[in-house]
C-alpha cells in the first residue's frame, strides 16, 4: 500500500512542477507593454543615424529576464517602398516565436514572407542591447513586426572562446 502511495505522490509532485514550469515558460516572464512606452526607430541609409518613425495599433511585450523578449505588431506610417528607399535592410532577419497567447506575431509566418519577398526587414537599432538589435519586418500593407535578435556578436564566425 506504502509503495501506491509514494508512487501517487511523484505523480502528483511531477504534475505540480510541470504546470508551474510550463507557466514560468509561457506567462511569468512576458509583460504587456503599454503602447505609449513603445517608440520605433530605422537606420537612415543616408546618415547612419536612427531616426523615430510613426507606429499606430501597437501590441507589445517584453521581459526582464532576457534581451530578446521583445516583440512587438503595429502599422507603420510609411510605405514599404519608400522605406526601403531611406532606411537600413536587415541582413539575415529571424524573427523568433512568441507565446501562443501573444497572436498578432507569428514568426513561421513572417520568416517565410521575408525569404518570399513579402515583407521587407530593417534595422530598427543596432545593440539596442550589447550583442542584440532590433528588427522591424514590414509589409507592403503597412503591417510591420519587430523583434529583438542577436547579432554578429555572438555569430559562431563573430564570437570569441569563452575563457
Not at 520605433?40 to 501597437?58: H, K
Not at 505588431?73 to 531611406?86: I, L, N, V
Amino acid at each position: 500500500m506504502s509503495g501506491k502511495l509514494v508512487a501517487g505522490f511523484i505523480v502528483v509532485v511531477t504534475l505540480i512542477f510541470g504546470i508551474v514550469l510550463y507557466y514560468t515558460q509561457v506567462y511569468a516572464y512576458y509583460d504587456r507593454v503599454n503602447a505609449e512606452e513603445v517608440s520605433f526607430t530605422m537606420v537612415n541609409i543616408s546618415t547612419g543615424l536612427a531616426e523615430p518613425i510613426i507606429a499606430d495599433d501597437i501590441e507589445a511585450i517584453d521581459g526582464t529576464s532576457s534581451p530578446i523578449r521583445f516583440r512587438a505588431c503595429f502599422t507603420a506610417g510609411m510605405s514599404s517602398p519608400t522605406m526601403q528607399e531611406t532606411y537600413v535592410a536587415y541582413p539575415e532577419p529571424t524573427p523568433l516565436n512568441a507565446p501562443g497567447w501573444f497572436d498578432c506575431f507569428d514568426a513561421q509566418e513572417i520568416g517565410t514572407d521575408l525569404e518570399d519577398g513579402q515583407a521587407v526587414a530593417f534595422l530598427s537599432e543596432k545593440n539596442i542591447h550589447d550583442g542584440v538589435d532590433r528588427v522591424i519586418a514590414v509589409y507592403p500593407d503597412g503591417r510591420a513586426f519587430a523583434w529583438h535578435q542577436l547579432n554578429e556578436k555572438f555569430n559562431d564566425e563573430g564570437s570569441e572562446p569563452i575563457q
